[in-house]
């Protein structure tokens, strides 16, 4: 595994706050009592990690890198999950590297993790319940099992993208996770479909919005505020590939990625896809939850010079993400040995509610580009496969670009139109690859 640039060491962290990296590393319930030794849940947490009980934890100090991981990992881990580049440890936002996300179907341990608040820090999958109330005929509150024994269960591929991914790249600058192009994924979702559960409970004439509600918590601790809560109109509810999932790649949830259950509203900004779901409440308005608001997800209605202030008024939901691909093999900064002038290029496409129907790429910064080989997607919502030959024809110095446009003749541009909070940057991806000289 490449050591990037950016991602915070284990004993980097460690040195800059241990209390901090105990909770993060071990669990939010970890604490040091006065004397600074270890207490609380992140102990059992520590041990699960290490594979051990520890006998004399209880004079173990808070702070310290167990001996065991301070060895094996050189850099900052979160369980479960290999080779992400950590954003931000509070909340914690850890993005996958393109190169990371070259398989068909987005290991766990490779799908990116975006939180707006604290997770869940102990889950029972056994006692979880999730709520259907609102605006339907009969309120509902399913357990995991009342799930999967009362409706189909129903397995996809989906593709799921945060609406700021691609936002480092705005100049200027947009507050807010300096995602570049890792925010997204494609996991194989098992659950059943958000439509049977709401048929099941009956949705009244006047609900036109739904309101999504989990488990996490507020960063300020403060138990009346939540991360997040948003939600989606009835007609994407309804859509069939809309889920409330229960496994990931047929295993449990990751915790990051929202373990028990959460719900999967593909080819819309991530945010919809609420995760540690306890509710969703049918609404007759458009739902006023927490970063539902301007400018959350949002952009402006019309085009806005860079940098420019947009009354709160003048911005626009988000619903379908736009066409965007990646180049996912080779890994950017590849070097071919000047015998090797020939090279398959690949990766995935995707565009929000439509489908990819061509794929282009460029060697010559975009002065000539031929057609890639497309697959179709395995289901709607799934990204789906394109690969290239390419032929160098001397050594030096090349960028491979690449482009794909949607079932509505949509192309990815260049370059993307400002917008305040820097969402939906589906610009072409670019890499670089060197022929030996
Ligand atoms: N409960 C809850 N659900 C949430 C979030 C959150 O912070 N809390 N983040 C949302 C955002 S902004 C995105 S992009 C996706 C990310 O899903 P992932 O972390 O599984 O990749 O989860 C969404 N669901
Ligand atoms: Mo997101």
Redesign the pocket.
Known sequence: MTRLPQERGLHELYAADPERADALVFGRRTYADRRGFLRGAGLATMSAVLGYTIPFHRGMPGGLIPAALAQETGEFTIEGKDGLRVLNDR?LNAETPAHLLDDDITPTAR???????LPPDSVDPEGWTVTIDGFVDTPLELSLDDLRSRFEVVEYALQ?E??GNGRAAFNPGASGNQWTTG?V?NARWTGVRLADVLGAAGVQPQAIYTAHY?A?SHLSGDPDKR??SRGMPLWKAMNPYTLIAFEQNGAPLHP???APVRILAPGW???V????LTRIELRDQVHDGTKMGAPSYRVPRYPVAPGEEVPGADFRIIESMPVKSLITAPASGTTLPTDHRTLEVRGHAWAGDEHVTAMHVTTDFGQTWREAALEPPPNPYAWQRWRAQIEFPTRGYYEIWARAIDSKGRMQPFTVGWNPKGYLNNAMHRIAVRVEV
Do not use: V
């Open positions: 909340p799908h990116f993790i975006r939180n707006n608040g799921l945060c609406g925010a994924g989990g996490d991360p997040i990051m990625n929202g900004p991530g945010s896809s609420q995760k540690w």
